[in-house]
């Protein structure tokens, strides 16, 4: 536990020094999505690799780095998006236009979808081409290992840029896996008894899933009243409460079903962990795992929202 407890604490240092650039230059937050891309295919090959199946790290790599493009597309036009400094040193007179680019939107997924369809294209057949059909196996582990990283980091770059002051959302997608994964393990580990998912871990109870669902809706509330008051300048009603109860419950269950789904993977590949990185925590993809999925649910909603 103490080894836990040290490593979360250093670990979440690093994580933060990383992420308090960027609320004045969004580029320098980008450094995460780039790390987490390049241990990920590392630690996603060698997981595999203990079962005879053969990936290429430097594919997955290429794969998981596919939003680079599409990032240095957003970093050229920064002068049309609203940064996190420009709300917080505007949130009292509403001066700013909060509006969506919907040309960026466009642009960028443009420049993504084309840029993952070509490197996921030479992924399937340059293998095919060479080693014929008994390779046909591997390569679709690999792109399903890829896209499985690939789309939440480019929805993470999405969230740091096109949403208008982005760089909250995106803090908020990575601190909200946090405080899920901490109440389940800590009413999981206090009060649970019967396995929710026996056959991927015995360890995950019902009542940690419990545990994430309510951890998450009671972190969402202050939260959602904090942005509300300081920075975006809504006035608030019983419906937004509602709703944000919600999202928060829906989140805090999407949290634990990509824990449930990194299992999947270690399991099928017959480890514990991803990797020995992160001592008590694992590698880089078991402390993302969850990550992945909010920040394509937090994308998700946030789009929603601009376009509502």
């Not at 960026?104 to 059909?133: A, H, R």
Request: glycine content about 6%; overall charge positive.
């Amino acid at each position: 536990m103490l080894v836990r407890v040290k490593t979360a604490i250093i670990y979440g240092l690093i994580i933060f020094l990383i992420l308090i650039p960027g609320f004045t230059n969004p580029e320098f937050t980008v450094l995460l999505l780039v790390l987490i891309a390049v241990f990920s295919a590392k630690e996603m090959s060698l997981a595999f690799d203990k079962i005879q199946i053969n990936f290429k790290p430097g594919y997955l790599r290429l794969t998981y780095l596919s939003f680079l493009p599409a990032f240095i597309f957003l970093f050229l036009n920064r002068s049309k998006l609203v940064t996190a400094e420009m709300l917080w040193n505007n949130r009292t007179n509403q001066s700013l236009n909060l509006t969506l680019n919907k040309d960026l939107l466009l642009g960028s997924v443009f420049i993504y979808s084309l840029t993952l369809g070509l490197v996921l294209s030479y992924i399937l057949f340059k293998p095919i081409l060479t080693k014929g059909s008994k390779i046909l196996k591997e390569t679709i582990f690999q792109i399903a290992m890829g896209t499985y990283i690939a789309i939440p980091l480019f929805a993470g770059l999405l969230l740091l840029y096109l949403i208008p002051a982005g760089w909250f959302w995106f803090v908020l997608a990575i601190i909200t896996p946090w405080i899920a994964d901490s109440c389940a393990y800590f009413m999981g580990r206090k009060w649970g008894k019967k396995p929710i998912v026996p056959n991927l871990s015995p360890n995950k109870t019902y009542v940690g899933f419990y545990g994430s669902v309510a951890g998450t809706i009671v972190f969402y509330l202050p939260v959602f009243y904090f942005a509300a008051n300081y920075l975006y300048l809504i006035e608030i009603k019983p419906i937004h409460w509602l709703a944000v109860t919600l999202f928060a419950g829906v989140l805090g269950a999407l949290i634990e079903l990509g824990d449930w789904l990194a299992s999947a993977i270690k399991r099928y590949c017959g480890i514990k962990d991803f990797s020995n990185l992160l001592p008590g925590h694992g590698g880089v993809i078991d402390r993302f795992d969850s990550t992945f999925f909010s920040f394509t649910a937090i994308l998700t909603i946030a789009l929603l929202i601009h376009f509502s």
